[in-house]
């Protein structure tokens, strides 16, 4: 099993910024790819950000590039949602995933997060 913990969710401002932390732990294994996915209410869960195991390769969501950016740390089994430039649009709970590739799907991911809380204020 595996488990992720996510925590840095919180209320700001438009304009202000968050930093999400993952933290993976369990029977890892060899992790190839870690996503972020986020879900408003009413909505379904949409793909945020991926970055593959060595931090190579990266793809987000046309709604937050130039505003997010997904980082990783091996060593610490972490990895990293910066967000800058908050939009109200970007409240929603947001998810950490484990993959097996790099891909904007829900159906690549395995293991999920409980989720933290992103709230944008106008």
């Known amino acids: 099993q595996v488990q992720l913990v996510e925590s840095g969710g919180g209320s700001v401002q438009a304009g202000g910024s968050l930093r999400l932390s993952c933290a993976a732990s369990?029977?890892?294994?060899?992790?190839?790819?870690m996503g972020w996915f986020r879900q408003a209410p009413g909505k379904e869960r949409e793909f945020v950000a991926a970055?593959?195991?060595?931090?190579?390769?990266?793809l987000y969501a046309d709604a937050v590039k130039g505003r997010f950016t997904m980082s990783g740390d091996n060593a610490k089994n972490t990895v990293y949602l910066q967000m800058n430039n908050l939009k109200p649009a970007d409240t929603a709970v947001y998810y950490c995933s484990r993959g097996t590739t790099v891909r904007p799907i829900t159906s690549a991911y395995d293991y999920w997060g409980q989720g933290t809380q992103v709230t944008v204020s106008p």
């Open positions: 970055i593959n195991w060595n931090g190579a390769n990266t």
């Open positions: 369990g029977r890892t294994g060899r992790i190839y790819a």
